[in-house]
């Protein structure tokens, strides 16, 4: 067995990250500046998404990405019911209401099921990409267009992903991405939303610095004046300089995080295919994931202890693990204040007691990886049935 425990993530952070930290704090400007700047510059060139604003968190990019489409009370907005809390408290705080979805086999937002959900109140779509396999968006998008709804992508897993060939935060009005630590790239706390509407960027950046007038962060600057203008009450979802410090250098790393990722669920798909108890992932033709997760499915029929202890059992062996996500529909404020039921979503209901989401991140080696494997194949022999 592993001598120490392997946590369910941690951030790779770099030498030249460090460096773009301390240059910061030498260079007397800290907040957002020149180096929020470049990165946003940098990241939309990656994305290829006509903008991109820094923001403190994905949670930031969803909520001011709706208030940009003027969402609020009266409106419904649909999205999946396993996902972050953050994907849906976004559609309250707006005073709009919060529709929830069921998912299909791929864990991600079922098309069939948003459909249904349609109501003349239901002014947009919030799919989540989870674990960085993009959604069926052709037919998320087709949805949409017949039903005059906005799209817009919690794309937390999915930076650097794919969708036929496009990457994702190009395809709809808006993505969110997160930049939290133990998601595909962090700048420790951060986010970044893409759009190609001029429009909403230019609305969005306001909004995201209490209102003011464009370019506020210069007011302090020899090109800055004193004089400035609310437009509207926004908020203070801005990034600092030294979050996009990380981020610049991050982002250039991301490729290869994201490869070593891809090697990584390989190697577990490899081996954990083999045991009768466990569904690995699956993947398809038309996307290509950020394997942000590798979220195993417990074949419960083929095992005597459900998943609660499997994930103790992996922590008995020195394996971190997690579950993702604890369907919104399950959660007091979601039952109590919206009404969801259980029997309203039997994909999410089944997938829920079955998935693990086992250790993946560049900075593992490939003996952490083999160390997960020995400990699934331990965990599954000591308990079959
Ligand atoms: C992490 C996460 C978020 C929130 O990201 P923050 O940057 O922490 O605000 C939103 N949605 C999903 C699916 C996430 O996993």
Known sequence: MRETFLPFGLPLIGQEEIDEVVDTLKSGWITTGPKTQRFEEKFKNYIGSAHALAVNSCTAGLHLALAALGVGAGDEVITSTLTFCATANVIVHLGATPVLADIGDDLNIDPDEVKRRITPKTRGVIPVHIGGRPCKMDALLTIARENNL????????????????????????????????????TTAEGGMVTTNREDLAEKMRVLSLHGISKDAWKRYTDKGSWYYEVLEAGYKYNMTDLQASLGIHQLDKLEDFIKTRKRYADIFTRALKELEAIEVPSEDELTYSAWHLYAIKLNLNRLTIDRERFIEELRAENIGSSVHFIPLHRHPYYRQRWGFRAEDFPVAEEAYKRIVSLPLYPRMTEGDVEDVIAAVQRVVGKHST
Request: net charge positive; glycine share 8%; hydrophobic share 45%.
């Open 150 to 185: 906005f799209v817009v992508e919690d794309a937390a897993h999915a930076v650097g992903a794919r969708y036929k060939g496009r990457r994702i935060g190009t395809l709809s009005e808006a993505a969110a991405f997160s930049f939290y630590p133990i998601k595909n790239m």
